[in-house]
């Protein structure tokens, strides 16, 4: 989940300025990959380690004085290498510096892109003191520590064969050795005509000469650029963080039970109760579990809803058929882009296209509020399959703090149409994955929706009318005239509380457009083949790669990853009476995979209130939870 640079000379002569001009060049490109935190590692001929940190981008910190001088010295200076890390912050919030890459144990320094998810036990296992660093990259160091001290008496494959999740790795240590690895293909090589060697986290991060010798490392295999020497060198750290206002919120979605405010739990789940217990007694589809607060719903005179009345059940033409499809838009390599949130659909839909026999490459857009256990769970599963994958994030803290604008200025002037563009962030991830597609060889890309998805009611709530698409099993779609009633009804909105409108206008309308407007081509989606068998693919994900939902509040895993969701749940429960939940168990009922009676009780408990979330939710974007409960609760008020 971050982005690596590097330019290592593997001989005895010295890295020249050019290197340093591209080195530079594949730094401003990793920047895609994560802004939170940058830093490098200057290896110099008496294997002295000089280290630069900062917690902003890569970018921002080469144009440092600090940073220049580094680069300066690499330039004039005999030094062998360079490299380093551009960040996005998955454990441990960037603004303490022990946190942000590189991690320097002992004679070690390490950066690291990946999720290591059996951190915790690995630092456990070796008796050290506390080190300050919160991070899962710690443990890559403590063990290469650990093996040097003891004489590495077996070989450094072993080191990183005790690693589980996801990881691609460069290391150096005082002596003089740079060691790489990946376990997923997110480490490629470049070697230039005077060979020095020049590292990535992805191709299109090299110059056009270079991508001509680029190459990905292999796979669980690592690679040595320099050998050890006796003599050992030193290691100095200058730290050139600036100043961060407001982001102490930033660990938010790493909240545990004992760190959540308890008069704030108390009183949200009074309030939350009130609202199930109206839920409760709404009149309902008897066939269904679709309330009469549904917009645009009606009933027969046997009280059964429209939306059942015009359902057709869709005609799956089956895996077979899939595979063929997918086959005739594969380039040679048989490489496919899975887009990848770590929910059990996408995750699925992953263990699925790499069983048939491709070459899937994961993609996500991490928005800055995707879930730390759905992060664990794409760093399981693509740790598992040797996967690549391919993170792209935008500028977590502006959007963490277009988001709090956003949210502030809805809870002041709250209106239940206009929820949608709070939800709008993750919306580029369609703009990104044709861009991710198109760099890779305009590879087809497989999307994890399914019909069990289809919801409606936003759309309906805001003035639209969409119609179901039964050709694509029962999803909606919208037309032109649809579109505007919504882009009318979010606009207005907007111009009352103009704290959305910076959301609206960079994530809220390209993401309109991008879903809506500019279609699917090339797309498919796996889900439109095969049946959607909620049993099945939860118990193949926990098997098979120790899947967690990360919460068992709920019956459901459904947008476990989102940390937005338990806010825009919450809020139509008070509203309307229902959630997303209730359209999802209607829809298991209507395609025969779940009766009514199973459905309320499952509904009842999908609807629990989850105020872990929730507070994850305000912390993450740094809002006051005490504010944020005082305005819910007169949202509430007008719903009584």
Known sequence: MCGLLGVVSTGDTYLAGDDIKILIEIGKKAQRRGVDASGLVLMEADYNLQIVKAN?????????????????????????????????????????????????IGDWVVVHNGVITNASSLRSEIDVD????????????????????????????????????????????????????????????????????????????????????????????????????????????????????????????????????????????????????????????????????????????????????DFQLPKYPGVEEFASDLEQKLPSNRQVLVCLSGGRDSSYILHLTHSLGFNPIAYTYDWGMVTTAARENMSRMCGDLGVEHIVVSPDIRKNRTRIKRALTAWL???????????MAGDKPYFRWGREVARERGNLPVLLADHPMETTGFKAML???????????????????????????????????SPGLIPSLAKEGLTGFVDYYVRGHKNFLRPFSYIPWEEEVIERTLRSEYDWSSGDDRSVTAWRMGDGTAPFYNLMYLIGIGMTEHDTLRSNQIRFGLMDRAEAIERVDLDNSFNALGLASYFTTVGIDLKWASDHIQRFARTYR
């Open 130 to 309: 506390d080190l300050g660093i919160e991070t899962d990259t710690a443990a890559i160091a403590l063990l290469l520590e650990e093996w040097d001290k003891n004489g590495r008496k077996d070989s450094v494959d072993q080191v990183f064969e005790r690693l589980q999740g996801e990881y691609s790795v460069i290391a150096a240590s005082t002596s003089g050795e740079i060691v790489c690895r990946t376990n997923v293909g997110n480490l490629y090589s470049a070697e230039s005509d005077s060979g020095t060697v020049f590292l990535a986290s992805e191709p299109r991060q090299f110059p056009d000469k270079l991508a001509e010798t680029c190459k990905q490392i292999e796979l669980n295999s690592s690679m040595s650029l320099r050998n050890p020497a006796e003599e050992r060198g030193t290691i100095a750290v200058l730290d050139v963080s600036r100043q961060e206002v407001g982001m102490e919120g930033a660990q938010g979605l790493h909240l545990t039970d004992d760190q959540l405010d308890s008069s704030f739990s108390k009183h949200m789940t009074a309030i939350a109760g009130q609202a199930q217990e109206k839920a409760r007694s709404l009149l309902r589809c008897t066939k269904c579990v679709l309330p009469a607060t549904f917009p645009g719903i009606s009933f027969d005179e046997s009280g059964v809803c429209s939306i059942c009345n």
């Open 56 to 104: 902003h981008g890569f970018g921002k910190m080469v144009r440092t004085s600090q940073g220049r001088s580094l680069l300066r010295r690499a330039r004039m200076n005999s030094s062998y290498s360079l490299f380093g890390h551009s960040r996005l912050e998955t454990h441990g919030y960037s603004g303490s510096s022990s946190n942000n890459q590189p991690v320097i």
């Open 462 to 496: 805001a003035g639209a009318n969409p119609s179901l698409d039964h050709a694509q099993g029962s999803s909606y779609r919208l037309g032109v005239t649809n579109m505007a009633r919504m882009v009318f009804s979010y606009g207005a909105h907007a111009i009352q």
């Open 412 to 422: 002041k002037n709250p209106k239940l149409e206009t929820i949608p563009i709070l």
